[in-house]
Every structure is written in C-alpha cells, then in structure tokens.
T-cell receptor
Framework: NAGVTQTPKFRVLKTGQSMTLLCAQD?????MYWYRQDPGMGLRLIHY???????AKGEVPDGYNVSRLKKQNFLLGLESAAPSQTSVYFC??????????????FGQGTRLTVV | EDKVVQSPLSLVVHEGDTVTLNCSYE??????LLWYKQEKKAPTFLFML????IEKKSGRLSSILDKKELSSILNITATQTGDSAIYLC?????????????FGKGTLLTVNP
C-alpha cells in the first residue's frame, strides 16, 4: 500500500544546478500538490494540478516548474537552483468527493539543500 | 488570496494540561477545514470539518468549526509527551471547479513530562 511516494528523499545541489523531484501516487487521485515547508512558515503551496495535463500556480511558484503528463505522477522542476530554495518539499494528493472526504495524503518529504 | 492564521505559533505545556489551538481563515469559497498533526515527517490527518457547531472527537482530541466567526479550535485534553508536534490547519477553497488546499503556519506544541 504505497500511497504517495516522493523521490529522492534527500539531495544537495550547487547553486545553478537543475533537478526534478518526482511524486507518484497509486490512489487514482485527481488532485496533486507541491508544498515547501520552511521553519516557522508552515506549508506553502508551490503549484498544484487538478487533473492529468493541467497545472496551476500556488502561493510561491517562482523558480519552479511542474508537469502532470500522467495522472499518477506530478513532477517539480528547479531549472537553476538558488540557496533560497533550500527547504523540505512535500507532495500531496487527494480525491475530493463531496461531502465525504477531502483530506490530502502526503508523501514523506524531500529535504533539499542548495549550497 | 486565501489566508489561514493559526495561534499561538508555539506553546509549551506540562503533561496533563489541556490545550486549545486556534485557526482562523479567509477564503473565497469555503468547503472544509482540515487539521493535521506533523511529527518528524509527513503531516497526518486528524479531522475534517464542514458544518458549524458539530464537534469531531477522537480520543483526547476534539475540534469544532464556527463558520460565522470563520474559525476553528482544536482541543487536546490530558496532554502527553507524544502529543508534541506541529499542528497544522488547512482550508479547502473550491472556486469554480477547482479545489485548493491552503495551510496556516502551524502551532508547535511541546509537552514536557
């Protein structure tokens, strides 16, 4: 019962390098989200997707791009990493079925350090 | 822009104390409010609230929503050291056919023995 799986779990990047974080869910969820969590800042929404082939900007989208080519996968890209992007990144997914449940299920997080 | 404000931001109590955590919100199209507990890794779901005045309860934890005041509280009675965590409040905004989940900054609860 995998749920939401994020890869990698840890990564150290040099300033200017690029990378892609992968989120995969096996629950057939329509909605997927990428958040970043910094000390004292809670979870801030970067981008989200309401279905395959769709993406939308969240609260802090600058410096990130996303793609949802397959329903089960949501990729977060950093084209040119900056130290300000050092954070813990969480992916989440949900299948809102009103009025039953709208809870989001989270991956275990990716700790990214940009030096 | 959707806004979720939690208070206090941090709280230190002794085992056995009762705590009340607050969450207030401003969203365009409110659908539901969610509470999560986050220990070392991913947030884990506690409650979903959609209707005012109906208390949700799970063991020593309970929560209630007040749509008139645009707020919710999370109560923990007889706290234990295992309750130490960040408690996150999130609100679902369902503008149009979309649905967005916005989190507050969280309340860091520390329960000392």
């Amino acid at each position: 019962n995998a749920g939401v799986t994020q890869t990698p779990k840890f990564r150290v990047l040099k300033t200017g390098q690029s990378m892609t974080l992968l989120c995969a869910q096996d629950m057939n969820h329509e909605y997927m989200y990428w958040y970043r969590q910094d000390p004292g800042m809670g979870l801030r929404l970067i981008h989200y997707s309401v279905g395959e082939g769709t993406t939308a900007k969240g609260e802090v989208p600058d410096g990130y791009n996303v793609s949802r080519l397959k329903k089960q996968n949501f990729l977060l890209g950093l084209e040119s990493a900056a130290p300000s992007q050092t954070s813990v990144y969480f992916c989440a997914s949900s299948y809102p079925s009103w009025p039953l449940n709208t809870e989001a299920f989270f991956g275990q997080g990716t700790r990214l350090t940009v030096v | 822009e959707d806004k979720v404000v939690q208070s206090p931001l941090s709280l230190v109590v002794h085992e056995g104390d009762t705590v009340t955590l607050n969450c207030s919100y401003e969203v365009t199209n409110f659908r539901s409010l969610l509470w999560y507990k986050q220990e070392k890794k991913a947030p884990t779901f506690l409650f979903m609230l959609t209707s005012s005045g109906i208390e949700k309860k799970s063991g020593r934890l309970s929560s209630i929503l007040d749509k008139k005041e645009l707020s919710s509280i999370l109560n923990i009675t007889a706290t234990q050291t295992g309750d130490s965590a960040i408690y996150l409040c999130a609100v679902v905004d369902s503008g149009g056919s979309n649905y967005k989940l916005t989190f507050g900054k969280g309340t860091l609860l520390t329960v000392n023995p």
